[in-house]
């Protein structure tokens, strides 16, 4: 069905190992424009493994091909990445107390050369960032004073600035309150509309069945499964894919 | 409006400086005053003495100049590391530039060798240090910084044990009470090539910093976060490395060991400007050299000895290092 839609992320064969232990064994997919892609999968099965290997973290020691843009990842250099794909951790506590708009323009600094900060261009850009991304009340307070569901969205409004089409999210909603998941959620997937393309890893089946256009699972180092939410995600799947039992989903249910 | 804000607390700060530049200059056992310093500098320079000539330009403008530069030094360099070792109580001689710098001194004065060798050894060996630390942490497994910072204490007191042994074995008459005056840390014996010896290196070390300045707030965060923003981490948090332990070296070997400078003036920035090193940089550096310069006219002015300077800076550091310690936590 995305046929037509321009490819962003394209993934083949990708293999890793951390020592001597194979974390992930030929995982291959595809993530297009204007969709959000939800990795689920147990602790450990290298969903950050995998992440890291798209955000050109792992270059020399992968296996198989990643390209973004149609570039392979290998030959992009970080000042060019960081134009295409926006990194968005799970929310976290620096050293050093930021304002808001700090840290939102903290995320244009690629589009600077590499001895200037950025300028009244770049701040505009990081302006129409905090208010998109709703937290332009926030702009003035600092980063390590504000709730977790605020600091995700300063970060989505600092990939925002980043201005990179692609988001690769760790784990976007964890820590969060089910308030705070949906209202990240919800501004997440607006940004599909502009053309954006999401890649999250999520632990909760009910979120990606809401929010995302796809679903892949990783087990054992293998998509064990990829496809629309209605199409793939079902009791069967969640329990291999977390080592439950029907019964177990029973209790939930 | 903020920024406005933040720019005109620096610009205050450069003020000061300048007010304070001027005072210092009268300030002394044989005073100078106002009319005769703008004389002796611009206006008619037959009227004035060659005696305050000579004390103004040989004595007293070196000595003061030398303390704005070290105290700007050791201020930038302290700023500099709590950046990029993501560490708020990083100081100047994390790494061990100030005890490689003894080292080298405490050798030089026991084969006594004349002052500016003593200057040219010190220098050399706190860069050495240094050089050794980051050599070392290159086999360093795990997390990077952390190899960093462990392979710096290890070398460190590793250079103190043998300043320890090179004390043992000067003679106790002459060379271990120099050894022991120059560990103080004074500006006392300033001369006017002191002045040329510090400036080349901090220049060279200064001025990258201040371009890179925007560049540290992401070496901050995490290095994965730093990388996906586009900023080549390891390169850039090299080169602040090797900038700020070029200026704290070409300080030390000027003044000996000054501590607590690089420490508490950032912090006392942050306060005031806020973490953004786009203005904590420039500030950090104007305000270590105002305070290490008002520091400097205490030593000499306060009693008819002079009090070493690295004993007073301790004196006024470690009450604040202690408030900053105690105070309730909010903005930091």
């Known amino acids: 069905m995305n046929d037509a839609k321009f490819d962003r992320v394209s993934v083949s064969d990708l293999t890793f190992s ?22 689920l999968g147990p602790n450990g099965v290298g969903k950050s493994t995998l992440f890291h290997c798209l955000l050109g973290f792992h270059n020399r020691e992968f296996g198989g091909e990643i390209t973004i843009c149609g570039e392979s990842v290998r030959r ?102 089910f308030g705070n998941q949906l209202r990240v959620m919800t501004r997440i997937k607006e940004l599909t509309a502009d053309g954006y393309t999401v890649i999250l890893s999520t632990h909760s089946p009910d979120l990606a069945k809401h929010f995302a256009t796809r679903i892949l699972a990783i087990s054992n180092g293998k998509v064990a499964a990829l496809g629309a939410p209605a199409d793939v995600l079902d009791d069967e799947l969640i329990c291999s894919l977390y080592g439950l039992t029907p019964e177990d989903l029973l209790l939930v249910k | 409006m903020k920024k406005t804000h933040y720019s005109s607390i620096v610009v205050g700060l450069g003020v000061l400086l300048c007010l304070a530049f001027v005072v210092s200059v009268t300030l002394g056992r044989f005073p100078i005053t106002l009319r005769q310093l703008l004389n002796a500098l611009f206006f008619a320079r037959s009227e004035v003495s060659d005696q305050l000539k000579a004390i103004l ?29 993501q560490n708020p109580m990083a100081a100047p001689d994390i790494l061990g530039a100030s005890s490689g710098a003894a080292t080298g001194a405490a050798l030089a004065i026991l084969l006594e060798l004349p002052g500016q060798m003593v200057m040219l050894f010190a220098f050399v060996f706190s860069l050495g240090t240094i050089a050794l630390v980051m050599l070392v942490s290159r086999f360093a ?54 002045v ?17 300045r925007w560049r540290i707030n992401l070496l901050t965060l995490s290095d994965n976060e730093a990388r996906t923003m586009g900023v080549n981490v390891g390169a850039v948090r090299f080169t602040v490395i090797v900038c700020a332990t070029l200026i704290t070296a070409a300080s030390v070997s000027v003044s000996g060991l000054i501590g607590w400078v690089g420490l508490v003036v950032p ?40 009090i070493p300077i690295g004993i007073l800076t301790s004196v006024v550091g470690a009450p604040f290092f202690l408030w900053l310690i105690t105070r309730k936590k909010e903005v930091a």
């Open chain 1, 18 to 39: 951390y020592a001597k232990h194979l974390v992930l064994n030929g995982v291959s997919f595809t993530a297009y424009e204007g969709e959000v892609l939800a990795v």
């Open chain 1, 76 to 177: 992009t250099s970080p000042s060019v990445l960081a134009t295409r794909v926006a990194f968005i951790p799970q929310s976290h506590a620096p050293t050093f107390n930021y304002t808001v708009r700090d840290m939102v323009l903290m995320g244009t600094t690629a589009q600077v050369g590499g001895l200037s900060a950025p300028g009244a261009a770049q701040i505009e850009i990081a302006e129409r960032a905090i208010e998109r991304a709703g937290v332009a009340h926030l702009a003035e307070r600092g980063y390590t004073q504000i709730s977790g569901g605020e600091r995700q969205l300063t970060l989505v409004a600092r990939a925002m600035a980043q201005q990179a089409k692609i988001l690769v999210m760790d784990e976007p909603t964890a820590n969060l309150d």
């Open chain 2, 57 to 85: 330009f040989n004595v007293r403008l070196p000595r003061i100049l030398l303390s704005c530069m070290v105290g700007c030094s050791l201020s930038a360099a302290g700023a500099s590391y709590q950046g990029v070792f």
């Open chain 2, 141 to 194: 497994r795990g997390e990077k910084l952390l190899g960093i910072i462990l392979a710096g204490i290890m070398i460190s007191s590793l250079t103190g044990a043998v300043t320890s042994y090179i004390k043992l074995v000067a003679d106790p008459n002459n060379i271990l009470p120099e050894i022991t005056y120059w560990l103080m840390g004074s500006l006392a014996k300033t001369m006017p090539r002191d």
């Open chain 2, 196 to 212: 040329i010896f510090a400036a080349v290196p901090m220049a060279i070390g200064l001025i990258p910093l201040v371009f890179l």
């Open chain 2, 267 to 306: 912090h006392l920035l942050r306060r005031l400007v806020g973490n953004n090193y786009r203005h904590l940089l420039p500030a950090s550096m104007i305000g270590g050299a105002l305070f290490l310069l008002i520091v400097d006219d205490i030593s000499r002015n306060l009693l008819i000895t002079e």
